[in-house]
C-alpha cells in the first residue's frame, strides 16, 4: 500500500481503514490512516439530473421501467423508485428512467481480517482477508451491530476511493488470499461486490460473501460463479420475526442458502440468538431440522452471543446456558459441526471430529492454535471433514 507521497505501507500498518463516523469495533486491530486523504467527495456519487453516472455510481443490471417508476429487481423488496428516490438499502437511486448504485468504488470500511472473524471457520484458516464496506443494507435489523454504515446511505458516510482494480491489487500486494464483503451488506453494494469478485476470481484471489442473503434468484445465481465460500445470516425461523426485527421475510434466505449450495458455493449458517425474540427452542429446532433435510447437516452452524446495540440497548445479552441450549438441540438434530460465537474462552469454538469426537482443530478467538486436519481429513480417524482446508 502507497501513501499520497508514495510511501510503503506494511500488511500490520494496513490491519484496518475505518472511515465512518464512529467505526467498526474490532479489538486489537490498529487503525490505518494511509488513505486519510483519498476521501471522496461525496456527491460525485450521484448521476446527473439527465441519468449520467456519477463517479462512484454504475447502472445496475436488474431494473425494469414501469408505468409506476423504476422497479429494482435485485432483492425482494421490489423497491419502485420515482425520479431521484432512493431504495430501501439506499444505495440504489432512480435517475433518468434508469437505476443506479451510488455505491460503487467507494467504500466506508476496508480491513484486513482473519478469515475466522467473519466467521468462517472450515474454509481457509488463518487467511488474512481483505475486507471491504459501503453504506447501505437491504434489511433494517432493530439489534443491528454496524448500524452507523448500515442504516444510512453512501451519501452520508465518509469514503475512500476504492474501484474494483485497485481492491483485488491491495489484496493482492498485501498478502490476501481472499476478499470478503461484509460488514453492511454486500448485496445492497451487489455492482461493486460483482465487478470485484470477477476481478478477483481472474487473480485466484478468493471471494468471501457475508450476508443476510436476501437477493432474488437471478442476480443470486450470477454473483455464486464468482463467489467461492458464504456465510449466510439466518436470523431466525418465523416470518413474523423476519418482519418485526429485521424488516424482510424467512423465504428468500432459505432459497439463498439452497441456491449457494446448488451452485458449489462453501457455505456456514450464522443464527445470532436475541433474547426475547430469537431464543425460542421450538423455533431452533424446527430450523436446525430443516437445515437437516435441506442437505445442511455437514455445513457448520454457528450461534451468536447478542450483545445490546442499536435500537434493542434495552435486552440484556445472551445468557451462555441459552447458547448451550441451542447447540445441544443443532447437535440432537444431526448438524456435525456446531460453534458458539462472541464467547471468549470457551471449548465451543473447535472444531470436533463427528466420528472419533477427538479436538481437530483448536482455536482462540480469532486464532488457530492447532489444526490436526490432515488433507482433508481427520488426524486421528481419517474420517473426512467438510470444508475447504488448503
Not at 182 to 204: H, I, M, N, V, W
Not at 296 to 310: A, E, I, K, N, T
Request: hydrophobic share 35%; glycine share 6%; aromatic share 10%.
Amino acid at each position: 500500500m502507497k501513501s499520497e507521497n508514495g510511501q510503503l505501507f506494511s500488511k500490520r500498518q494496513f490491519l484496518r481503514l475505518s472511515l465512518t463516523a464512529l467505526g467498526i469495533a474490532a479489538a486489537g486491530i490498529r487503525p490505518f490512516r494511509g488513505l486519510a486523504k483519498n476521501l471522496t467527495d461525496m456527491n460525485s456519487g450521484m448521476p446527473s439530473p439527465s441519468g449520467e453516472p456519477g463517479k462512484y455510481s454504475k447502472e445496475s443490471l436488474y431494473y425494469v421501467l414501469t408505468p409506476k417508476g423504476v422497479k429494482c429487481q435485485l432483492c425482494p423488496n421490489q423497491c419502485v423508485l420515482k425520479e431521484g428516490q432512493e431504495g430501501l438499502c439506499r444505495n440504489h437511486v432512480a435517475y433518468g428512467e434508469k437505476l443506479y448504485s451510488i455505491a460503487y468504488g467507494n467504500p466506508c470500511s476496508v480491513h484486513i481480517d482473519p478469515i475466522e472473524k467473519k466467521p468462517l471457520f472450515h474454509y481457509l484458516p488463518s487467511a488474512e482477508s481483505f475486507s471491504i464496506a459501503t453504506a447501505g443494507c437491504t434489511l433494517a435489523c432493530l439489534n443491528c451491530q454496524n448500524w452507523e454504515i448500515s442504516q444510512v446511505s453512501p451519501k452520508t458516510t465518509k469514503n475512500v476511493e476504492m474501484f474494483p482494480a485497485q481492491v483485488v491489487q491491495e489484496a493482492a500486494s498485501n498478502g490476501c488470499r481472499t476478499i470478503a464483503y461484509t460488514y453492511s451488506e454486500p448485496l445492497s453494494f451487489y455492482e461493486y461486490t460483482f465487478d470485484t469478485a470477477k476481478l478477483a476470481r481472474a487473480k485466484g484471489i478468493k471471494n468471501l460473501l457475508i450476508s443476510n442473503g436476501y437477493l432474488n434468484e437471478k442476480p443470486l445465481r450470477e454473483l455464486a460463479r464468482y463467489i467461492d465460500a458464504a456465510n449466510i445470516n439466518l436470523k431466525s425461523f418465523r416470518e413474523d420475526i423476519y418482519a418485526k426485527l429485521n424488516g424482510g421475510s424467512l423465504e428468500p434466505v432459505q432459497r439463498t442458502l439452497k441456491i449457494l449450495k446448488e451452485e458449489g458455493v462453501w457455505l456456514e449458517i450464522t443464527n445470532l440468538i436475541v433474547p426475547n425474540w430469537t431464543d425460542k427452542m421450538d423455533m431452533i429446532k424446527e430450523m436446525c431440522e430443516w437445515l437437516v433435510s435441506s442437505g445442511f447437516s455437514d455445513y457448520p452452524l454457528h450461534f451468536s452471543r447478542f450483545f445490546p446495540l442499536y435500537k434493542l440497548t434495552s435486552i440484556p445479552y445472551t445468557p451462555l446456558p441459552t447458547l448451550e441450549e441451542a447447540y445441544n438441540i443443532a447437535r440432537k438434530a444431526g448438524i456435525n459441526h456446531v460453534y458458539i460465537g462472541n464467547v471468549p474462552g470457551t471449548d465451543y469454538e473447535n472444531t470436533y471430529c463427528p466420528k472419533c469426537k477427538k479436538m481437530i482443530v483448536e482455536r482462540r478467538g480469532f486464532t488457530v492454535i492447532s489444526n490436526q486436519i490432515k488433507n482433508g481429513n481427520c488426524g486421528y480417524c481419517h474420517t473426512r471433514i467438510n470444508g475447504v482446508w488448503s
